[in-house]
């Protein structure tokens, strides 16, 4: 069974300064990553995914991410931090389609807080 | 992309009743996932729920308290049975779009429920 580990929970960041959120993963084979953002009382929104090929990869808002099958790490990154950036990330996991279920496995979280 | 219509957004229930929370889908899809947030935590797989068949549980979730019902391929409900403070949680409805080589989860905006 896949599982995802999010170390730190709780990051602090000025903004304007870089950010680095760290998920590393558990999985047989290569999975399917995927970073969320939710922001408070909202609902979850996909920033980026990863299936195969380019291992960097681009999702919205600024964000990018590393998937490193050597580190089992999928990193996500961004240049500058905006305070909009506020809220809490999560990094998914699910094993690529076998015909069975799709279900996402989600880490515990990354609580952003940027400081002004 | 799929389009997800939870509701209620949120309630405030009695201990000891029930919550039915109905999820629409804007095209029809295979399977729909039940999650839930507690305070402060990340998602947790509920069950899985297909249509025409008995939905699928994990661990720590059984069918007299979260009775799931899939009438249709667009439509789901999921019922809080005989609720207690500690149900208090967001609950979101969610969905896979499959292809070759990749696959996306799209969520519900949630329903925050608060038992009393």
């Known amino acids: 069974a896949q599982s995802v580990t999010q170390p730190d929970i709780h990051i602090t960041v000025s903004e304007g300064a870089s950010l680095e959120l760290r998920c590393n993963y558990s999985?047989?084979?290569?999975?399917?990553l995927f970073w969320y953002v939710q922001s408070p009382g909202q609902g979850l929104q996909l920033l980026l995914k990863y299936f195969s090929g380019d291992t960097l990869v681009q999702g919205i808002k600024g964000f990018e991410a590393e998937f490193k099958r050597s580190q089992s790490s999928f990193n996500l990154r961004k240049p500058s931090v905006h305070w909009s950036d506020a809220a809490e990330y999560f990094c998914a996991v699910t094993a690529p389609l076998t015909g069975g279920g799709n279900k996402l496995t989600f880490g515990t979280g990354t609580q952003l807080k940027v400081e002004l | 992309s799929a389009v997800i219509s939870q509701k209620p957004s949120r309630d405030i229930c009695q201990r000891g009743t029930s919550l039915t929370i109905q999820c629409q889908v804007d095209s029809q899809v295979t399977m729909m996932f039940w999650y839930r947030q507690q305070p402060g935590q990340s998602l947790t797989l509920i069950a899985t729920a297909n249509q025409g068949s008995e939905a699928t549980y994990e661990s720590g979730f059984v069918i007299d308290k979260f009775p799931i019902s899939r009438p249709n391929l667009t439509f789901s409900t999921l019922t809080v049975s005989n609720m207690s403070p500690e149900d208090s949680s967001i609950y979101l409805c969610s969905v896979v779009l499959v292809w070759a080589g990749g696959t996306e989860a799209f969520f519900g905006q949630g329903t925050r429920l608060t038992v009393v």
């Open positions: 999985y047989g084979a290569t999975p399917y």
